[in-house]
């Protein structure tokens, strides 16, 4: 029998059980109320990232640990989840940093090998972005509105507009930037990764800085 996936209920109880906490005792440690816990364990209720991200830094855990996939004792035959997500930017979690504002699509579903990102774009070149980013995995971006300028620590600098992509390492430092006379532009990303702290190394690049809502 296909071992069943965890969910986020389940990963949320069984931490609470290995440090013998009680839902009070918890909520204190994580600044996440009673009843909230109460109903995420009970699989009545997800958490947003930035809730997910409280938890993880309160109680001094890797968020990876609320997304891991866990492969059961049937290894590497997954049984079929049929997950599915409906993105909207009403119901993304949106992030707000001085070069960009990313918009987190499809929070609801956890442990997700992809993450799909759509992003406004406001710096203006290399040097207002400053220190270039780098992360596990890869990733694709699609240009919706505007124009882009990819600088990468490897390769020169490439202008991408309207209906162009690319698909790049992302271990390699690299920034994206408006264009030239485009006060901002739009583009959907995706980063990948086999690396199950993808999201925690996502997070960590935002920053002190870094504003996090939910819209919905």
């Known amino acids: 029998m296909k071992a069943e996936q965890p969910t986020l209920g389940k990963l949320v109880r069984g931490l ?14 994580s600044g996440i109320p009673v009843s909230t816990l109460s109903k995420v364990e009970h699989d009545r209720l997800t958490l947003t990232y930035d809730k997910l991200l409280q938890l993880s830094q309160r109680l001094n855990i890797r968020m990876s640990e609320l997304f891991a996939e866990d492969d059961g004792p049937g290894g590497s035959d997954a049984p079929v989840t049929a997950r599915r997500s409906i993105g909207s930017l009403d119901r993304a979690v949106r992030v707000t940093t001085p070069n960009y504002d990313y918009f987190y ?3 609801e579903l956890r442990r997700k090998r992809m993450i799909p ?14 220190e270039f980013v780098s992360h596990p995995g890869e990733e694709f971006v699609y240009v919706v509105k505007g124009e882009i300028v990819v600088h ?15 698909y790049l390492d992302s271990s390699m ?15 959907l990303a995706v980063c990948s990764s086999a690396d199950d702290g993808l999201m925690d190394s996502l997070m960590n690049l935002h920053g002190d800085d870094a504003k996090t809502e939910e819209l919905a």
């Open 117 to 130: 990102i759509f992003t406004r774009i406001r710096a203006k070149s290399a040097d207002e972005f400053g």
């Open 152 to 166: 990468t620590e490897f390769y020169d600098p490439i202008t991408l507009g309207e209906g162009k992509s690319v």
């Open 16 to 29: 609470r059980a290995r440090n013998g906490w009680t839902l009070k005792e918890m909520s204190d440690r």
């Open 105 to 107: 699509l499809c929070n």
């Open 173 to 187: 430092g690299h920034a994206y930037v408006a264009g030239k006379d485009c006060d901002e532009a739009l583009v």
